[in-house]
């Protein structure tokens, strides 16, 4: 595989409401729809979607949304050698989307929290020019992704780490085993704040790069992102026309666009120009699994800039 994706995979139910109630208010759900979801999955889905052999390591319950999340992952093809089906039940979030896409996320862990070093298959993750790692609840989750990012890094594979609010609350100590062996690190903005206790995103970003990743990117919604390396430390403007629905896996999204340019060997801020195009389609559609496919890209003018 190019890239293998680690962590959540999940059933996601999205309720598209015209506003959120307060507490003991009633709100009218206007849509519901069942869609897959879980940060690894997202990526692995948005990946292949771009034209990039992707296979993921996870979990999914031996229930029913464990065989819609199977299925559904094949027709996207990922490659699901690796995905295991535990006892129990499948991880789930129940997303409420308002009008402007803003969204309130209820998350069930699942056969996610089973998440071990038992999954991580090495040659699997050594064979892949990229790993992604992303945020899953579960006691044994650092150490797999601890384990899965030495040997990539051993292999000369690059590690694409995604903390996520949960991981982001087991502290900079808790997360150095996988800060000092990522290539790349990704946060939003709340993210790399909270993480580092520093108020300015350059200060906070020399923190994470402290720790030895080479490339630290901080999305920043409408505002595009702030990417950071030895050689570049500059904002790069987002993609003002398009209106959100729902902004749902929007940074998934740009992880896919990102190391899409990567594997194209793009430089930096042409990938993370690239990166805030494929978020900004994802949040103009419904779901978490919203990366267009490369085919569809050909009708977006914007998209001409990166043939060139």
Not at 245 to 252: L, P, V
Request: proline share 2%; net charge neutral.
């Amino acid at each position: 595989m190019d890239v293998v994706s680690i962590g959540a995979v999940n059933i996601d139910l999205v309720a598209r409401v015209d506003r959120f109630p307060n507490p003991d208010e009633e709100t009218v759900i206007r849509s519901w729809d069942m869609v897959g979801g879980g940060s690894a999955a997202n990526v692995a889905c948005g990946i292949s979607r771009l034209g990039v052999t992707s296979g993921l390591i996870g979990n999914v319950g031996e229930d029913y949304f464990g065989e819609v999340l199977k299925d559904g992952l094949r027709k996207e093809g990922v490659d699901i050698s690796r995905l295991r089906v535990c006892s129990g039940n499948s991880g789930s979030v129940i997303a409420i989307v308002s009008k402007g896409g803003e969204r309130i996320l209820f998350a069930y862990s699942g056969a996610n929290a089973k998440l071990s070093s038992e999954n991580i298959d090495k040659h699997y993750v050594t064979d892949a020019r990229y790993i992604f790692l992303s945020s899953i609840e579960g006691a044994q989750a650092i150490t797999a992704m601890e384990l899965a990012s030495h040997y990539a890094k051993e292999a000369g594979a690059k590690v694409f780490f995604d903390p996520g609010y949960i991981f982001v609350e087991k502290g900079l100590k808790g997360l150095e085993g996988i800060l000092n062996k990522a290539t790349i690190v990704k946060f939003n903005e709340t993210e790399i704040k909270e993480l580092t206790k520093r108020e300015e995103i350059l200060d906070a970003s020399e923190t994470i790069a402290g720790y030895g990743p080479e490339v630290v990117l901080t999305t920043l919604g409408a505002r595009g992102c702030f990417l950071y390396s030895r050689s570049v430390k500059k904002f790069v403007g987002s993609y003002e026309k398009f209106v959100p629905i729902d902004k749902t896996g929007a940074g998934d999204a740009f992880s896919c666009g990102f190391i899409f340019g990567q594997l194209k060997n793009w430089d930096l801020e042409k990938s993370a120009k690239f990166a805030n195009l494929i978020a900004s389609i994802s949040i103009t559609r419904i779901g978490a699994r919203s990366v267009p496919h490369l085919e569809e890209l050909k009708s977006y003018k914007q998209y001409d800039q990166f043939l060139l």
